[in-house]
């Protein structure tokens, strides 16, 4: 999964992999890190790392997009929680993969500072996009991972911009056919019997 992600020509994508690469020759503990970091973003994203991995939503249907989004829930809600609510990712996560508290946090701060270094403004959008969409599959929503009063519009104001352009792009192919009908000359127009 790494290799492919690293490989794709999606900036965005490509970067992930880099991030997941990272903790895994950061720690050189094998597997164990990228899996450490993906599990605590699938438990961000669900709530719930068990019955998610239960119900076959680890990858939520498209494992490149369930790892993105897993990534992105760590980058944007991890520093979020309050010290109960992390206790009790930490817990999921040290239960399901055997890890210490210490190591899953490492893991995470790494990850977390490696992602500022990588990631660009345009990229953090996506991967917003993305955990917006697999919060929404699970019966979440963005806000309730990364905690923001702005993230509770996210979704509208995604909607709102489509629907601007759309509106934009109709108004202006309007304004180019009327442009091109007064540019007809008089000798294209049809004769009118009188």
């Known amino acids: 999964m790494i290799g492919n992600m690293k490989a794709n020509e999606n900036t965005t994508i490509n970067r992930i992999g880099r991030v997941l690469e990272g903790t895994k020759l950061g720690f050189m503990m094998g597997y164990l890190t990228p899996s450490i970091l993906t599990?605590?973003?699938v438990t961000?994203?669900?709530?719930?790392?068990?019955?998610?991995?239960?119900?076959?939503?680890?990858?939520?249907g498209n494992p490149v997009a369930g790892v993105s989004a897993a990534?992105?829930?760590?980058?944007f809600g991890w520093k979020a929680l309050?010290?109960?609510?992390?206790?009790?990712?930490?817990?999921?996560?040290?239960?399901?993969?055997k890890a210490g508290y210490e190591l899953i946090k490492s893991v995470v701060n790494f990850a977390i500072n490696?992602?500022?270094?990588?990631?660009?403004?345009?990229?953090?959008?996506?991967?917003k996009e993305t955990l917006s969409d697999a919060a929404e599959l699970v019966g979440r929503h963005l806000?309730?991972?990364?905690?923001?009063?702005?993230?509770?519009?996210?979704k509208a104001g995604r909607v709102i911009s489509e629907a601007a352009d759309a509106v934009s792009k109709t108004a202006s192919e309007a304004a180019e056919s009327v442009s091109q009908r007064f540019k007809?000359?008089?000798?294209?127009e049809p004769k009118v019997d009188e």
């Open 39 to 41: 599990a605590v973003g």
């Open 44 to 60: 961000l994203t669900t709530g719930d790392l068990l019955t998610a991995v239960g119900g076959g939503i680890a990858v939520l």
């Open 71 to 75: 990534i992105g829930a760590v980058y």
């Open 82 to 97: 309050n010290d109960s609510e992390r206790d009790a990712v930490l817990k999921q996560v040290s239960d399901f993969l």
């Open 114 to 127: 490696l992602m500022k270094d990588l990631l660009s403004a345009d990229n953090l959008n996506e991967i």
């Open 143 to 154: 806000a309730d991972i990364t905690k923001s009063l702005k993230d509770k519009c996210f």
């Open 184 to 188: 007809k000359k008089p000798s294209d």
